[in-house]
Nanobody, 115 residues
């Protein structure tokens, strides 16, 4: 198990930037995958970006070219640029230490983008 704590959310205007951070209770560098998900009001949780142990990344089509996922030994980051009102959601960090593990989740951080 790994404990995750997100930070960095807040209120920003359209076109602005935010950097989310997820602090892990142990090293994440060899984890099978780390990811950011988000859930907007009335919608299902969706994958935003994922980084695998190899360093390869995946992004949702809606954030490609605007968001960048990265990591260091104990932290996962999400740099969010050119933010839009539709990016408003609670953002969650998820960790999958091994391929057969279920995700561990953080408590989430609110991102609100005003028009």
């Amino acid at each position: 198990q790994v404990q995750l704590v997100e930070s960095g959310g807040g209120l920003v205007q359209t076109g602005g930037s935010l950097r989310l951070s997820c602090a892990a209770s142990r090293s994440i560098f060899t984890f099978n995958a780390m990811a950011w998900h988000r859930q907007a009001p009335g919608k299902e949780r969706e994958l935003v970006a994922r980084i695998r142990s190899s360093g390869s990344t995946d992004y949702a089509d809606s954030v490609k070219g605007r968001f960048t996922i990265s990591r260091n030994q104990n932290r996962l980051y999400l740099q969010m640029n050119s933010l839009k009102p539709e990016d408003t959601a609670v953002y969650y960090c998820a960790a999958q230490p091994m391929a057969w593990d279920r995700n561990s989740w953080g408590q989430g951080t609110q991102v609100t983008v005003s028009a």
